[in-house]
Structure formats: C-alpha cells, structure tokens
Nanobody, 121 residues
C-alpha cells in the first residue's frame, strides 16, 4: 500500500516556475515507477511525465517539450516535478501516481488527491 500526498501547487504567471512535491508513505515506494498526470476542467486526465524505479530513466509527454523535470529521492520517499516556462494551458490539477512505466492512467495503482496549478496570462 502506498499513500501519496501532493503539494506545491499555486498561482503563477505565464513564463514562471513551480515545483511540485509528492510525499509517499509505505515501505514499497522504491518498487514503483512514479508519474505525474494532470486534469484540466472538462478534460480527461492526461500523462505528463514519469520516472523509473532508480530515477535513471524518465519519459515525458510531447507537450512538455523539455520544460518539466521529474526527480525522486527513494531515501525520503519523495518525488518532485519542476515546471519551468509555464503556459496558461498548463493550468490543471496535477496528480502524483505510483505504478508501472506506462503513460495510461488506468494502469497506475495509487494516486494522490492532486494539487491545483493555475497559470495566468
């Protein structure tokens, strides 16, 4: 069992940066790929980026275009999402998830409750 709690969301102007954190509980954290998804109002939840068990490999959605970076600290049970050059279309609730190295939300086993990110133009 893994419990996930996101933090770090907020309001930022276009071009700005935010760093999201995800705190995980449970002894099996290092056994899961960690991912970030997002969901904007009226839209389906979409994959953003994920990171392998050791942190040595990441995969991002096309729209990220190198603006975001994911990292993890297995000793602290933490995952981070550094978001730079934010755009208004990045506005969404961002979710942390634990699961396989996949981009499909339904394949992930555990989810946080999300943190709101709002980017003003």
């Amino acid at each position: 069992q893994v419990q996930l709690v996101e933090s770090g969301g907020g309001l930022v102007q276009a071009g700005g940066s935010l760093r999201l954190s995800c705190a995980a509980s449970g002894r099996t954290f290092s056994r899961y790929v960690m991912g970030w998804f997002r969901q904007a109002p009226g839209k389906e939840r979409e994959f953003v980026i994920n990171i392998s068990l050791s942190g040595g490999s990441t995969h991002e959605a096309d729209f990220v275009q190198g603006r975001f970076a994911i990292s993890r600290d297995n000793a602290k049970n933490m995952v981070y999402l550094q978001m730079n050059n934010l755009k208004p279309e990045d506005t969404a609730v961002y979710y942390c998830a634990a699961g396989p190295f996949a981009t499909i939300a339904s394949m992930y086993d555990y989810w946080g409750r999300g943190t709101q990110v709002t980017v003003s133009s």
